[in-house]
């Protein structure tokens, strides 16, 4: 059974850090790409930051310079380095396999982990 667990969320001031993690069971990085969504409240789920299993990286225009996507395929770990926090970044934030741009990503959705931007 596909599990994805996100974690390392909270509340940050405007131009702070913060690295998420995704923690995947039952299925195994090498056969997908995987992806940062987040979503905002009042808000579509958008895809942020996708990394496939060879480590090509791709980043939504208004994260780029940021934020950076990185995995270990050993650990079937993904993470989301977040950096000049702003506050339109605060959203509740997903990691999954995405499947193109019509399509639903692979797997269920986890629980998220919540990120706030705010003084």
């Known amino acids: 059974q596909v599990q994805l667990v996100e974690s390392g969320g909270g509340l940050v001031q405007p131009g702070g850090s913060l690295r998420l993690s995704c923690a995947a069971s039952?299925?195994?990085?090498?056969?997908?790409?995987m992806g940062w969504y987040r979503q905002a409240p009042g808000k579509q789920r958008e895809l942020v930051a996708t990394?496939?299993?060879?480590?090509?990286?791709n980043y939504v225009d208004s994260v780029k310079g940021r934020f950076t996507i990185s995995s270990d395929n050993a650990k079937n770990t993904a993470y989301l380095q977040m950096n000049s926090l702003k506050p339109e970044d605060t959203a509740v934030y997903y990691c999954?396999?995405?499947?193109?741009?019509?399509?639903?990503?692979?797997?269920?959705w986890g629980q998220g982990t919540q990120v706030t931007v705010s003084s």
């Open positions: 999954n396999a995405p499947r193109g741009e019509i399509l639903p990503p692979w797997y269920s």
């Open positions: 039952g299925f195994s990085f090498n056969i997908h790409a």
């Open positions: 990394i496939t299993s060879g480590g090509t990286t």
